[in-house]
């Protein structure tokens, strides 16, 4: 179980900091985060020098000659540029060619087993099923997700199986029930992730032992409402 981060500058360093795997990317976030001021290969740089993790930069074209040509010349970037390539015919055809030149490279946009099967059979590095996107139109995501890596716990060098489209922490609980491998998420799922409030608890009640080591600061946690012991 890894997490792949995404989002912002801000959000791609918080979460470079913390320790995720490797940094994701859609052109919503282009837009969103980038707002029209800068080209693809402009966005690319910024982010690299945000991280020292693996970046995958979404990239499309019209045919798998144009989605090559353009993945080759970002990859000169820095040899930590991959790729997210959509899951349909052209994409799987550019995901081929580049995994054969040792570029990795995400099917994206993967909603069916089927589309699993073709991801490994091109040799994508990973794969990334939109779970709450595959729910809210009627997809079992998670019954794909479990036949998925079935499948896959057959092959000798699967897909990662990086599930997406994750709105809550049930989400990725449940994605990662199912059998996905890692996820993908913003910085502020990330942290709804860290939190619990019987962990909040348990730091409170501690501090009140903390407090009996001769030379431990606990002035910072407010222990005054809190009753019971930690463990």
């Known amino acids: 179980m890894q997490i792949y981060g995404a989002g ?7 979460c470079s900091e913390l320790g995720v795997k490797g940094i994701l990317t859609n052109p919503q976030g282009f837009e969103q985060y980038f707002e029209n001021q800068y080209t693809l290969e402009e966005i690319t740089k910024l982010i690299l020098k945000n991280t020292h993790l693996p970046v995958f ?5 019209e045919d798998a000659k144009t989605i090559v040509k353009r993945g080759r010349k970002l990859h000169k970037l820095d040899s930590r540029v991959g790729f997210k390539i959509i899951a349909d015919e052209k994409g799987f055809k ?5 995994q054969r030149d040792g570029i990795n490279c995400i099917a994206t946009t993967l909603f069916t087993l089927a589309q699993a099967a073709v991801a490994a059979s091109v040799g994508a590095f990973g794969i990334c099923p939109f779970v709450s996107r595959a729910v809210a139109v009627g997809i079992d995501a998670l019954g794909m997700l479990r036949t998925v890596k079935s499948g896959y716990e057959k092959l000798d060098n699967p897909p990662e199986i990086i599930a997406v489209s994750l709105k809550t922490v049930e989400d990725v609980e449940l994605a990662l029930a199912a059998g996905a ?14 939190y619990h409030p ?25 222990a005054d409402n809190v009753e019971g012991i930690a463990e």
């Open 198 to 222: 019987l962990s909040e608890k348990a730091e409170k009640l501690f501090s009140r032992n903390w407090a009996n080591v001769k030379g431990e600061d606990v002035s910072y946690i407010d």
């Open 8 to 14: 912002s500058l801000e959000d791609i360093k918080k």
């Open 94 to 98: 550019a995901v081929s060619e580049l």
């Open 57 to 61: 930069i979404q990239i499309h074209g």
């Open 181 to 194: 491998d890692s996820v993908g998420m913003r910085y502020p799922l990330l942290q709804k992730m860290m």
